[in-house]
């Protein structure tokens, strides 16, 4: 499927079919992709745990206030946000020196540039790594779509909870789950969407009113 087709297409699920099952290979393919999305500085401040045995997914279940997808889809992804993710850059930015994608002076340039943007905003660093988990996370269930299978993102879960039972550590802010696997029958239809002049103002002026002034 082409990736437009993707993007038009996907929806949000929540009846999966029970007996088919993706393997090992098929998920680290799907992450594959989602870590082609962008991130500021290209920190990659997205984490994954991938569950996909069953005793996991009924602990995963309860702490999803019950929900059923969670049994039923191949597997779910705990999407997770590194708010200390600036503390690999140093290494992700010599990995790309050492590609021959820039030189030693722009490596440093980036480490300390990055340092001096966050600093020690504890904000700037937590809203980084929520923006940068859900840009990986758009990224998994559009090629996902594009592979044939379904996702179901969610927010219903106890977040305290599911750090202390699946021994997460506080530096990981639990951005969302993802359900994956193939869809069942009697999933709703595509909802509606606004309409792109519903919700964007070409050109605004500065001092002049639009429609998202108020």
């Known amino acids: 499927m082409k990736a437009l087709d993707a993007i038009s297409k996907r929806k949000s699920i929540d009846k999966f079919d029970k007996a088919r ?9 799907l992450l594959e992709y989602a870590q082609q999305a962008p991130s500021a500085f290209n920190i990659q401040h997205t984490r994954y745990i991938v569950i996909d045995d069953t005793e996991s997914k009924a602990l995963l279940k309860e702490i999803s206030y019950g929900q059923q997808k969670v049994s039923d889809a191949s597997a779910v992804i705990i999407i997770l946000g590194d708010v200390q993710g600036i503390n690999r850059l140093a290494d992700i ?6 590609e021959g994608i820039y030189g030693e002076g722009a490596n440093e340039h980036i480490v300390q540039g990055a ?4 600093g020690n905003d504890a904000q700037a ?3 980084e790594a929520i923006r940068s988990a859900s840009l990986a996370t758009m990224n998994l269930m559009i090629a996902a779509t594009a592979k044939g299978l379904a996702t179901g993102p969610m927010i219903g879960f106890d977040a305290e909870r599911l750090k202390k039972d699946f021994n997460i ?3 990981y802010i639990p951005v969302m789950l993802l359900t994956v696997g193939y869809a069942e029958l009697g999933n709703w239809g595509k909802k509606p969407r606004l309409a792109v002049d ?3 103002v ?6 002049v009113e639009h429609m998202l002034s108020k």
Request: with cysteine.
């Open 125 to 127: 660093h937590r809203e």
């Open 202 to 207: 070409y050109n605004a002026k500065g001092g």
């Open 198 to 200: 519903e919700v964007s």
């Open 169 to 171: 550590a506080e530096r």
């Open 115 to 118: 340092k001096r943007f966050y």
């Open 21 to 29: 099952k993706l393997c090992r290979t098929e998920l680290t393919e």
């Open 93 to 98: 930015s010599q990995r790309a020196v050492n």
